[in-house]
């Protein structure tokens, strides 16, 4: 379960690519949807934080439309509820997240992402 | 119960290799039983995660097998805390972490590693789990990327340690030794001994339905004061201050980094301390 939300913190971290090296790019993904308890509260309070163009690229790559391009001024309920949707209930299971940067690939295995480097790329 | 022997350790070679060999490998084998032996959260983690504001992230630097993942049991979906573990069997467990149905987020990863966002939790934990690296420098490297990891504003960190200092109802037996270990802890090994039926792999081979095997994790049981002295050696190579923001003239040319230690202490045979890191704006 590489969750969007989760997605949108990871960045690669292989030595010396310290630039362009967020958003990871999926590639290959199989995807599960499974019920969140929505929280509009913790959506607010976390909405700072995300980086929104890379919340929507990735949902766009996952076939989720739902979300604008840009942060509506409005939070408005039916936002909230197509935020939570993208950002807590899309389970990317298996698939490969790629750095945009030096293309080092990141496997997903059984819903858990391998963020492991071997001893000659940590930085 | 027989009290459970600690032996002294010598960490010698690559320490990577030696944690591999002593620390990940054992972990991986022992995942279920010792994830059996792992659910009451200690009343110290328990209440920093209930002081968590609603809509933080966090990461759980070493989380195990995920218990403190559902924390708070009473307001759960308001904060999100990210488990990271070397072990990918103990990993396995922590997903379904909770009594819940819930799946939580976990990552593969190490604790030396940086494969976020700069500042981008809001609060990090690491229990029971800088005790596993093998050097001095390693355990300063892994409190640098909890530094580096938090908000620099607002972060908060938790740090726990196994202490040399045991409670009296500890069943460990400590070798006392004649070196410095007061000042600059202890390098131990601690056997586990899994008593369970013969893994799948090997059934049906001349083992018996039942086997015993005892692995020797390796651990650092950490000195007085010991920790405290990682979070000034980790601030230091960071440029960060130690202390509260309002010791410093609120008027500088730049911001400065700081990082305050609001709790240093000792629960049940661990220290921990509570930091918080501060920022002076421009
Ligand atoms: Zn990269």
Redesign the interface.
């Known amino acids: 379960m590489v969750r969007l939300i989760t997605h949108n913190l990871l960045a690669c971290h292989v030595k010396g690519c310290t630039s362009n090296n967020f958003p990871l790019q999926f590639r290959d993904v199989q995807i599960e949807l499974r019920e969140a308890e929505f929280n509009p509260d913790f959506l607010r309070g976390f909405m700072p934080k995300l980086e929104w163009k890379a919340l929507v690229d990735a949902s766009r790559q996952l076939g989720d439309t739902s979300l604008p391009p840009e942060v509506p001024e409005m939070l408005d309920d039916d936002f909230l509820k197509n935020l939570h949707h993208v950002l807590l209930e899309i389970h990317v299971e298996e698939g490969v997240m790629t750095c945009p940067n030096c293309r080092h690939e990141y496997p997903i295995l059984n819903g858990i992402p391998n963020m492991l480097l071997a001893e000659h790329e940590i930085g | 119960m027989a009290p459970k022997a600690v032996a002294p350790a010598i960490v010698d070679g690559d320490p990577?290799t030696y944690e591999n060999e002593n620390v990940h490998a054992i972990y991986d084998k022992i995942a279920s039983h010792f994830s059996s032996t792992r659910y009451k959260p200690w009343p110290i983690i328990s209440v920093f995660m209930s002081s968590i504001?609603?809509?933080?992230?966090g990461l759980d630097a070493g989380t195990g097998n995920g218990k403190y993942l559902p924390l708070p049991l009473d307001r759960?979906?308001?904060?999100?805390t990210?488990g990271l573990d070397?072990s990918?069997n103990l990993?396995?467990l922590a997903?379904h972490a909770g009594e819940s149905r819930?799946?939580?987020?976990?990552?593969?990863?190490?604790v030396?590693?940086?494969?976020?966002?700069p500042g981008?939790?809001?609060y990090a934990i690491s229990i029971a789990t800088i005790h596993h690296l093998a050097t001095h420098e390693r355990r300063i490297e892994a409190v640098k990327r909890l530094l580096e990891s938090v908000d620099p504003q607002h972060g908060r960190i938790l740090i726990y340690v196994w202490a040399i200092e045991q409670d009296e109802l500890s069943k460990r037996q400590i070798p006392t030794g004649d070196d410095d270990s007061d000042r600059r802890g202890k390098d131990v090994v601690v056997p586990w001994v899994l008593s369970q039926p013969a893994e799948p792999a090997r059934r049906g081979g001349s083992e018996a339905p039942t086997e015993q095997r005892v692995f020797n994790r390796y651990y650092h049981m950490f000195a007085k004061g010991e920790l405290s002295g990682l979070v000034h050696g980790a601030a230091a190579d960071l440029g960060m201050h130690v202390g509260e923001p309002s010791a410093l003239a609120s008027k500088q040319l730049h911001p400065i980094r700081g990082v305050e230690i609001v709790q240093d202490g000792w629960e049940r045979s661990n220290y921990y301390v509570e930091l918080r890191c501060w920022q002076t704006s421009e």
Do not use: K, M, N, Y
């Not at chain 2, 819930?102 to 190490?110: I, K, L, M, N, P």
């Not at chain 2, 030396?112 to 966002?117: D, F, I, K, P, Y």
């Open positions: 990577q504001p609603t809509g933080w992230i759960p979906s308001d904060i999100l990210i070397r990918i990993l396995r997903r819930a799946t939580r987020e976990v990552v593969w990863g190490d030396l590693g940086h494969c976020w966002r981008v939790f809001d």
